[in-house]
């Protein structure tokens, strides 16, 4: 049963304006208003947020939160409601009642929610959400790495948010198990380490999902592609060329595999598979497949190779794997040789040629007798686009490169760089200045392409000038 705080009650008094008074304003027009109104609302969104971190912190001093996770929204909110009304008082935020109303609401969901955490799940400008223990939570914000002021009231409580968050997609995270890949109700990609692994206790890594899904049209709007390269990748998509995304942590890989799949047409079946389900893909016939850890008896365990031989017999025109890792490089190789043309994955590496030795390496690990030229002759003929990606100095994130896999030259996998990012300076802040532009060649796909109706503009590989 939760404890009762009495306070007193306060009345605010809405008093109507008048035309001819001081505050009228005539209207304006209905689009003007509406983007107006939600220019406002986001503003009034972002000044509140500090706001909503330090009522928090306060409130978490004050509840048995235990108690709290069996609540009803109904009993928080009549236990909460004089207390932000106190605490916005000794604050002398100006609020009506239906602010009021409204604040102590979105609070009650916090508190029922991921606690103190959920203002920064709602905040759209945050990419990224650090938990280094419960003492000190960190973000990321356009590319830049800061300190907030959020906490948690100790350990214990940061375990139960942890938990909530595990068991809701039926995993677990213990001493047995002490590490775990999860995600968020909305698709937010979730890590989190705990004792004995993460020695000052637990670690949460959170990296939030767009509420808006990316297009390369998008991006180019932020500044991490050009239109010649942006038709490049249209056109190699449409002509079921098979995509390998290349790129560190944080660079960009599943947004640009999400913007590419916006090409493919809405007559074909995908299948996707991934560790922790992200993708966002936007056509009506997609089967999602995720994997498994093993349960506490050490069964159960679903790996990515298992899903992929599974995928091929679900009769899919394409497969999108989220991230290769291991020896599922293998059977995703086979797949795109087979009449999955135009699959699409990614991995971890810093530059094409670094991915395409990653490759290798994993086709290795699935133990098959093959020698070197053959491991790497599967890979000229299955992949045809290499989209390096890259998270710059400055936070920027860019298509640094666009290769064209052209086939082998002896024992070696040949290659020709279509599209590079070429830095040219340093601002005093750390900016990094560059420019796009093309090398010259042309896609050997570009005659293939033209069949089905698909062009390059004219001068869209001219390297003289700047993209």
Same mark, same amino acid.
């Given at each position: 049963m939760l404890g009762r705080f009495t306070k007193g009650t306060a009345t605010v008094r809405i008093e109507p304006?008048?035309? =001819?008074?001081?505050?009228?304003?005539?209207?304006?027009? &209905?689009?003007?208003?509406?983007?107006?109104?939600?220019?406002?609302?986001?503003?009034?969104?972002?000044?509140l947020l500090p706001l909503k971190v330090d009522l928090h912190r306060h409130l978490i001093d004050r509840f048995n939160l235990a108690t709290l996770e069996s609540a009803s929204k109904d009993d928080i909110l009549s236990d909460i409601r004089p207390i932000v009304r106190d605490f916005v008082r000794a604050r002398n935020v100006p609020l009506n009642a239906r602010e009021l109303d409204q604040l102590t609401s979105d609070t009650a969901d916090e508190m029922l929610g991921l606690g103190p955490i959920e203002p920064l799940l709602k905040d759209d400008t945050v990419n990224d959400i650090l938990i280094n223990t419960h003492e000190r939570v960190f973000i990321e914000r356009r590319g830049v790495i800061e300190e907030t002021g959020i906490r948690f009231r100790d350990e214990a409580h940061l375990l139960r948010i942890v938990n909530k968050i595990v068991s809701a997609i039926g995993r677990r995270v213990d001493e047995?198990?002490?590490?775990v890949d999860a995600r968020l109700s909305d698709g937010s990609r979730v890590n989190i380490a705990v004792r004995p692994i993460s020695v000052d206790g637990p670690l949460v890594s959170i990296r939030k999902f767009s509420k808006k899904p990316y297009s390369l049209e998008r991006l180019m709007?932020? =500044?991490?592609?050009?239109?010649?390269?942006?038709?490049?990748?249209?056109?190699?998509?449409?002509? $079921?060329?098979?995509?390998?995304?290349?790129?560190?942590?944080?660079? =960009?890989?599943?947004?640009?595999?999400?913007?590419?799949?916006n090409y493919i047409s809405f007559r074909e $079946?995908?299948?996707?598979?991934?560790?922790?389900?992200?993708?966002?893909?936007?056509?009506?016939?997609?089967?999602?497949?995720?994997?498994?850890?093993?349960?506490?008896?050490?069964? =159960?365990?679903?790996?990515? $190779?298992?899903?992929?031989?599974?995928a091929l017999r679900?009769?899919?025109?394409?497969?999108?794997?989220?991230?290769?890792?291991?020896?599922?490089?293998?059977?995703?190789?086979q797949a795109m040789n087979t009449g999955h043309e135009g699959s699409m994955t990614s991995i971890h590496a810093n530059t094409p040629r670094d991915a395409i030795s990653?490759?290798?390496?994993?086709?290795g690990m699935a133990g098959m007798p093959m020698t070197a030229e053959s491991i790497r002759s599967q890979i000229a003929s299955a992949i045809d686009i290499i989209v390096q990606t890259q998270r710059l100095s400055d936070g920027g994130r860019r298509v640094v490169s666009i290769s064209e896999v052209t086939g082998m030259e002896g024992t070696v996998i040949q290659m020709q760089e279509i599209y590079q990012f070429v830095r040219r300076d340093v601002t &005093?802040?750390?900016?990094?200045?560059?420019? +796009?532009?093309?090398?010259?060649?042309?896609?050997? +796909?570009?005659?293939? &392409?033209?069949?089905?109706?698909?062009? +390059? &503009?004219?001068?869209? +590989?001219?390297?003289?000038?700047?993209?």
């Amino acid at each position: 049963m939760l404890g009762r705080f009495t306070k007193g009650t306060a009345t605010v008094r809405i008093e109507p304006v008048l035309a =001819g008074s001081p505050g009228f304003k005539p209207a304006a027009p &209905a689009d003007v208003q509406a983007k107006s109104a939600l220019a406002e609302s986001q503003k009034a969104a972002d000044d509140l947020l500090p706001l909503k971190v330090d009522l928090h912190r306060h409130l978490i001093d004050r509840f048995n939160l235990a108690t709290l996770e069996s609540a009803s929204k109904d009993d928080i909110l009549s236990d909460i409601r004089p207390i932000v009304r106190d605490f916005v008082r000794a604050r002398n935020v100006p609020l009506n009642a239906r602010e009021l109303d409204q604040l102590t609401s979105d609070t009650a969901d916090e508190m029922l929610g991921l606690g103190p955490i959920e203002p920064l799940l709602k905040d759209d400008t945050v990419n990224d959400i650090l938990i280094n223990t419960h003492e000190r939570v960190f973000i990321e914000r356009r590319g830049v790495i800061e300190e907030t002021g959020i906490r948690f009231r100790d350990e214990a409580h940061l375990l139960r948010i942890v938990n909530k968050i595990v068991s809701a997609i039926g995993r677990r995270v213990d001493e047995s198990a002490p590490m775990v890949d999860a995600r968020l109700s909305d698709g937010s990609r979730v890590n989190i380490a705990v004792r004995p692994i993460s020695v000052d206790g637990p670690l949460v890594s959170i990296r939030k999902f767009s509420k808006k899904p990316y297009s390369l049209e998008r991006l180019m709007e932020m =500044g991490s592609i050009r239109q010649p390269m942006v038709d490049l990748l249209r056109i190699a998509v449409q002509s $079921r060329k098979s995509i390998l995304v290349s790129g560190g942590t944080g660079s =960009g890989k599943t947004t640009l595999l999400n913007a590419l799949s916006n090409y493919i047409s809405f007559r074909e $079946r995908l299948i996707t598979i991934e560790d922790a389900a992200e993708l966002q893909l936007q056509q009506p016939h997609v089967g999602r497949l995720e994997t498994r850890p093993p349960n506490v008896e050490g069964r =159960g365990e679903v790996r990515q $190779r298992e899903l992929v031989k599974n995928a091929l017999r679900m009769r899919p025109d394409r497969i999108i794997v989220g991230e290769v890792r291991g020896e599922e490089a293998f059977d995703m190789l086979q797949a795109m040789n087979t009449g999955h043309e135009g699959s699409m994955t990614s991995i971890h590496a810093n530059t094409p040629r670094d991915a395409i030795s990653r490759l290798e390496q994993m086709i290795g690990m699935a133990g098959m007798p093959m020698t070197a030229e053959s491991i790497r002759s599967q890979i000229a003929s299955a992949i045809d686009i290499i989209v390096q990606t890259q998270r710059l100095s400055d936070g920027g994130r860019r298509v640094v490169s666009i290769s064209e896999v052209t086939g082998m030259e002896g024992t070696v996998i040949q290659m020709q760089e279509i599209y590079q990012f070429v830095r040219r300076d340093v601002t &005093a802040d750390g900016t990094i200045i560059g420019e +796009f532009r093309a090398t010259g060649m042309r896609p050997r +796909f570009a005659g293939e &392409a033209a069949t089905l109706g698909l062009h +390059f &503009a004219k001068d869209a +590989f001219n390297p003289q000038t700047a993209l």
